[in-house]
């Protein structure tokens, strides 16, 4: 043991600069292994602020889940779930059972709805009644509690300047009222209070709130009080308010601790959802890469000290103790290296979340708390890099201590094995493509992602023979053109294939995968931007603050010059089906719009039926979601809105432009029905601008809506996932560290190479060869290089995108000009550098020294 221990501190100092670049690779990965390690342990604690219910011991709610189970094949029932975020409410006669439960001291019934201040500085504000606030709490700063309908108290920064008795006008339920402020409270800056009464009416949706919240009478354990309030309800067989789909049981939620501020912030659930399996999925993304690029640097490392390896055999190192050196050599260098990463992976998980809240990508009130339990986490993944590159060390020195000695000392020649390994993946890689071409959504993107792993892994194995087929197109050239240096270059490269083919792995991995995540969602953005913007077809767009007044449409229509005008509002729903025989929810977001004369103001591009018929009870289906689902005009789609509430609705026409109108259109007022919030709406006015003056027709528009914001050249309309912000923001850190990764799997792997050339060099330069003529050599080995990566890594990408943008899109893969420049300058200065500046100290004089040197 002192013996291996003794070669592999030996090895480690003597070898330092081949395992720089190593050392660069192990600590990126422990970095990134980290930030991803920290991300997901705060995700998996994360929830949602309570804020609003802070002084409430126990919060009643509905049920924000809806569920579908199926049976897949051969196997037991499983069950999805998905979050809603539409409010789920709680039946009114909740209210008198959670009262008459032992130990509670107040149940307080809210409602939350949308109020527009009217006047030169229209805002929207949320509406409460005032009884409710006692549950933050929060109380008055002056003034009194509202006592009559036409009173209010408002929040702490809506009552600036504001004082009491003064008269507003107000916006709530689609009618403007004038209220008299009796009183200022604290609180959120934009909040308007009401009395009981009035709160229940303008909230519009009788025999039922928002939720309840209790307080316990002193002495009462709340864990005994959450027990029973829980049995009171059942006992009373009181499930969420509205409908369910089959076997989508909507019990009530007795929320406690963290758990109250899910009826608060409806979208912090399902976002913390998303985020993790987003996270998930990138970080396996970065782990596979992670693997990739360490384990080639691991082994390209001691593959240069090959000779040296077998010479430790033939003196008569026996395979333990060979196996034990090496392990213990990396061990030294992967430790040290993998607690530089660890102690970087804090200010790269601290980045990564500022660069979520810069954005707007977490939705308002998701905590992510990173308790100090989770600061050891990085230390977790910095011991797995080391195992890793000790796992890779083994791999590397397999052969050299399988073989006898004598064997040992003879280069190692590509096997069959690995020709047939590498065809047989890329087989695999393209028969993924071609499933892709034939799924939709998520599916597709799925079976893209593991395509471009595949054909990625198939080109490394097939290295070698790919770095051959290239010097058969570029050797003539070179021979032709580049002169001595030119000719050197190309007998080199053909020479040492294995070698050559090594220096390409990196290369197409970088052009792969950097790509394939790029262009995959610039396909997307491009296509849905140029669908949004064909679709628009109006001049003018109207909203206000807390919604449009009752009767707004028509009264616009009826302005002189209008030819269409379309009330739009934004919603979501479920779509429940199977994904290999297993049930799967899809969360969706949809528009509702008003169907007449809606192709004048927004055009759906319809290919088969038509929208006029679209009503309550009818539906529109995207070409692409009616293919998947087997829909044409006359057939029954079955969702479910965003509220849960299950739906049958008869499909009346089928449309080509989903990507900006996403996969489904339905009626306005039936997904208002369903939780869209009125303050959400907006109308799209076709008009004729009498002599050009379109500032006369807003003005018109102005007039016939008073207090709305009438806009002259709206904005395309475009659906967007509540988590698409997220996704593009993860998607540019994911990228980010590919790219890091890669640029180092390329400097390294061609720094090695460079180094173990020195030798050949100096040999070459005391055979004759110009330090002018070595130099060309170089370059052009770069260039040949570089050229290789880079079309073999875009024909590798090529393959997964347009099956992608054939399956998602409906068109070829896009990726902007100034993204793929940035990938080819990049490969190009890494291959530049990584194969020339190494080489440096043995170009270096006039004279060479040894060849052994």
């Known amino acids: 043991m002192n013996v291996t221990r003794l070669l592999a501190a030996r090895a480690a100092r003597t070898h330092r600069t081949a395992w ?30 309570v804020a609003r219910y802070a002084a409430a011991d126990l919060v009643v709610a509905g049920d924000q889940n809806t569920r579908f189970t199926a049976t897949p094949w051969g196997s037991e029932p499983e069950t999805a779930t998905a979050g809603l975020t539409e409010r789920v409410r709680v039946p009114a006669a909740a209210l008198a059972v959670v009262r008459r439960v032992p130990g509670v001291r107040s149940a307080v019934a809210d409602d939350v709805f949308p109020v527009g201040r009217v006047g030169r500085h229209p805002e929207t504000a949320v509406g409460r009644p005032w009884d409710a606030a006692r549950l933050a709490p929060y109380g008055l700063r002056n003034g009194r509690a509202p006592q009559r309908a036409d009173e209010v108290v408002v929040g702490g920064g809506a009552g600036a300047g504001v004082r009491a008795g003064a008269r507003r006008v107000l916006r709530a339920g689609s009618s403007d009222a004038p209220y008299t402020v009796v009183g200022v409270a604290d609180g959120p800056r934009a909040a308007v209070y009401f009395t009981r009464g009035e709160a229940r009416r303008l909230a519009g949706h009788p025999g039922a709130v928002d939720a309840i919240g209790i307080t316990a009478a002193p002495g009462t354990d709340p864990a005994e009080l959450h027990d029973r309030v829980r049995r009171a ?37 399902p976002a913390r959802a998303g985020l993790l399996e987003l996270l998930g999925s990138v970080a396996g993304t970065v782990v596979l890469i992670a693997l990739l690029v360490v384990s080639s640097t691991v082994v390209q490392a001691l593959q240069q000290r090959a000779e040296e390896l077998a010479l430790l055999r033939v003196v008569g190192a026996t395979p333990r103790q060979l196996r034990a050196a090496v392990g213990g050599e990396v061990g030294r260098v992967a430790v040290r290296a993998a607690l530089l990463g660890a102690v970087g992976a804090f200010p790269a998980h601290l980045g990564l979340r500022a660069l979520l809240d810069a954005r707007g990508a977490l939705p308002p009130g998701l905590e992510l708390p990173m308790p100090p339990a989770l600061w050891p986490a990085p230390l977790v993944t910095a011991a797995i890099t080391v195992l890793v590159a000790r796992l890779a060390a083994l791999i590397a020195c397999a052969r050299t201590a399988k073989v006898r000695p004598a064997q040992a000392l003879r280069p190692a020649v590509p096997g069959k094995g690995r020709k047939v390994g590498g065809l047989v993946l890329l087989t695999v890689g393209v028969s993924s493509a071609g499933t892709a071409a034939l799924q939709h959504g998520a599916a597709a993107a799925a079976a893209s992602g593991a395509a471009a792993v595949t054909m990625v892994s198939a080109c490394a194995l097939l290295g070698p023979w790919i770095a051959e087929g290239a010097m058969r197109v570029l050797g003539p050239p070179l021979r032709r053109f580049g002169g001595p240096g030119g000719r050197l270059a190309a007998a080199n490269a053909t020479a040492t294939a294995r070698r050559s083919g090594a220096a390409l792995t990196p290369v197409v991995l970088v052009t792969a995968f950097v790509g394939v995540q790029l262009s995959a969602g610039a396909t997307l953005t491009h296509e849905g931007a140029a669908q949004a913007d064909r679709a628009l077809r109006a001049g003018f767009e109207v909203r206000a603050a807390g919604g449009l007044p009752a009767g707004a449409l028509e009264r616009i229509r009826a302005v002189p010059g209008v030819r269409a005008a379309t009330e739009w509002v934004a919603g979501t729903v479920v779509l429940a089906g199977r994904e290999a025989g297993s049930p799967r929810l899809e969360r969706l977001p949809v528009l509702g719009v008003t169907p007449g ?73 039936e997904l208002r029905r369903h939780g869209a919030a009125p303050d959400r709406a907006r109308v799209l006015v076709a008009a004729d601008a009498p002599g050009g003056d379109r500032t006369a027709v807003a003005r018109a528009l102005a007039a016939a809506v008073p207090g709305a914001e009438v806009t002259t050249r709206p904005g395309p309309v475009r659906v967007e996932a509540a988590d698409q912000a997220l996704g593009e923001v993860v998607t540019v850190a994911a990228v980010a560290a590919i790219g890091a990764f890669t640029a180092i799997a390329v400097l390294s792997t061609l720094s090695l190479i460079a180094v173990g050339r020195r030798p050949e060099l100096r040999l070459l330069r005391l055979a004759g060869a110009g330090r002018r003529q070595l130099r060309r050599m170089l370059r052009l080995e770069a260039a040949v290089t570089a050229v290789t990566g880079l079309a073999v890594g875009a024909a590798v990408a090529s393959v997964p995108l347009l099956a992608f943008g054939a399956a998602v899109a409906g068109t070829l893969p896009y990726l902007p000009l100034t993204q793929a420049g940035v990938v080819v300058a990049a490969v190009v200065a890494t291959t530049a550098a990584g194969t020339l500046l190494p080489a440096r100290a043995a170009l270096r004089g006039r004279y060479p020294g040894r060849p052994g040197r």
């Open 20 to 49: 720089a670049a190593a050392c660069a690779a192990l600590a990126l990965t422990s970095l990134l292994l980290g930030t991803f390690g920290l991300a997901l342990a705060s995700a998996g604690l994360g929830h949602p602020r």
């Open 233 to 269: 309800l059942d006992t009373a067989g009181l499930g969420s308010a509205g409908r369910r789909a089959d076997g989508d049981a909507a019990a009530l939620r007795v929320l406690a601790g963290n758990g109250r501020g899910q009826a608060e912030f409806l979208a912090a659930r």
């Open 597 to 669: 004369r809606l192709e004048r103001t927004l055009d759906p591009d319809v290919r088969e039926g038509t929208v006029r018929q679209l009503r309550p009870g009818t539906v529109a289906v995207g070409t692409d979601r009616a293919d998947s689902l087997d829909l044409r005009p006359g057939d029954t789609a079955v969702l479910r809105f965003g509220d849960g509430a299950p739906a049958r609705l008869r499909v009346v026409a089928t449309y080509e432009r989903s990507l900006a109108l996403g996969d489904f259109l339905l009626s306005a007022d």
